[in-house]
Structure formats: structure tokens, C-alpha cells
């Protein structure tokens, strides 16, 4: 696996650190799909030009992605010409520490370890461990606006990013994604069990984790449980950027 380097990192953070750009790449990983330069220029109040040179950075550095497409979803003639949409950037992420850190590698090593143990004792292990920190997660988040608030808040702290809409609460984020393309089943296996423990702390949010496979998001989503009051509606994101 290839990793950027400390001083490619360094440079695609250091575009962050203009306010206004920051503020539009965190409106983009916000939005629940692809934002265009109208869209992300009226929700910051700033010009159309200016959203569009900051997007445009964003995209040579690396941290966000372009597609183009009509905003009719219509296609032939007089369909107009397609638009420029922007999305974050997939792939590599972002890690700048001093000195350097590789939690990632000792990640990959636990991970090949365990998928190469022939017994079944070293997974329960893990999942107990996961059981407990889910709880954990769940215990140390402050209680005072309701459990469903608390989901979403335990969500955001630990990069999950959830959208919460319809009923369903989805996680447009895995904080595993490193260890997703090459160990799959064991990384979103232990991600389940995680979240469904987060869950079972926090019977009155209403919800249970499922698995839930879709391209771009977690493989985790929270869905309400039987017997369950439907969300109240007009419920929004519950991001930390706010995915």
C-alpha cells in the first residue's frame, strides 16, 4: 500500500488553511451528494467566482474530486451543457503527525494476523474488545439533548459523519476505509458489531446498526428499531463538518 508523502500531506492540508476555502471544502463533505459552484457559492454568500477558484484548488491539491453533469438529468439536444460538480476526493486520506506516526501499519499487521489465525478464540477476542469500546463510546458522550442526539453526536466524534434523513441514519464516512479494500469482511464485521453495541447503550435514539453495503458510504447503517416512534420530521445532518 502506498502512502503519500509527509510533504504532500503537509502541502494539501496547508489549503485549508485559507478560511473561505476551508468553508467550502467543508460544505462539500457536507452535502449528502455532489455540490456545484451556485450551490456551494450560496450557502458561504460569497461570488460564484471566487467559490469557483477555490473549488478549482481544492481539486489540484487532491482533497476534493469534479464530474460533470446536466442539472436537468436530461441529455440530447437542448439539454444545456453539463455542469461542474464537486465531490470529496476518494483514495488516500490526509495524516500529518510530528514526529511520524504509522498506527495504519500496525493496523494492516493486527488484521493479516488475525484473518490468518485458524482458530476462532482470537476473533471472539476482538469482538468482545469491540462490544466494550462500542459501550464505552456510548457511556462518555453527554446525555442532555435525547439518545437519538447522542448517536448522532457519538457518530461525529469518532468520523462516521452521519446523515440523518427518512428515518435512516447513514455514515457517509468509514473511519476504517484503510484496512476496508484489503481485509473487508473482518473490518466491517467489527464495525457492526461496534456500532450495534453503540446502539444497545442508547435504546431510547430508537435505531439498531444493520449492515449495509453501498458504494461511498460505511457498510454500517442505523435503521429504526421494531416498535421504534418514526423520527420527527424535517430531521437534518448531523456532521462534524457539517460526509
Known amino acids: 500500500m502506498s502512502h503519500p508523502s509527509f510533504e504532500e500531506n503537509v502541502d494539501r492540508l496547508g489549503l485549508l488553511a485559507e478560511p473561505v476555502r476551508r468553508r467550502l471544502y467543508e460544505a462539500v463533505v457536507a452535502a449528502p451528494g455532489p455540490v456545484d459552484r ?23 491539491g487532491g482533497l476534493l474530486e469534479v464530474e460533470y453533469r446536466r442539472r436537468s438529468g436530461r441529455s440530447g439536444p437542448g439539454a444545456g451543457r453539463p455542469a461542474k460538480f464537486y465531490r470529496r476526493a476518494s483514495g488516500d486520506q490526509v495524516d500529518v503527525s510530528l514526529p511520524a506516526r504509522r498506527y495504519g501499519l500496525a493496523a494492516e499487521i493486527l488484521a493479516e494476523g488475525l484473518e490468518r489465525s485458524t482458530g476462532t478464540a482470537a476473533l471472539d477476542g476482538v469482538r468482545s474488545a469491540a462490544q466494550d469500546m462500542g ?73 439498531r446498526a444493520v449492515s449495509r453495503q453501498r458504494e461511498g458510504y460505511c457498510c454500517v447503517s442505523f435503521v429504526p428499531a421494531e416498535g421504534a416512534d418514526p423520527p420527527a420530521r424535517g430531521s437534518s445532518a448531523a456532521s462534524g463538518s457539517a460526509p
Open 135 to 207: 459501550r464505552r463510546m456510548a457511556e462518555a458522550a453527554p446525555r442532555g439533548a435525547g439518545d437519538r442526539a447522542t448517536l448522532l453526536s457519538v457518530l461525529t466524534d469518532n468520523g462516521f459523519e452521519p446523515l440523518d434523513e427518512a428515518g435512516t441514519i447513514t455514515l457517509r464516512n468509514c473511519p476504517f476505509d484503510a484496512l476496508v479494500s484489503e481485509h473487508r469482511d473482518l473490518t466491517c464485521g467489527l464495525n457492526l458489531v461496534l456500532l450495534e453495541s453503540v446502539a444497545a447503550e442508547l435504546p431510547a435514539s430508537g435505531m
Open 38 to 60: 451556485d450551490t456551494a457559492a450560496s450557502t458561504l454568500g460569497i461570488k460564484r467566482t471566487l467559490a469557483a477558484f477555490h473549488l478549482d484548488r481544492l481539486v489540484e
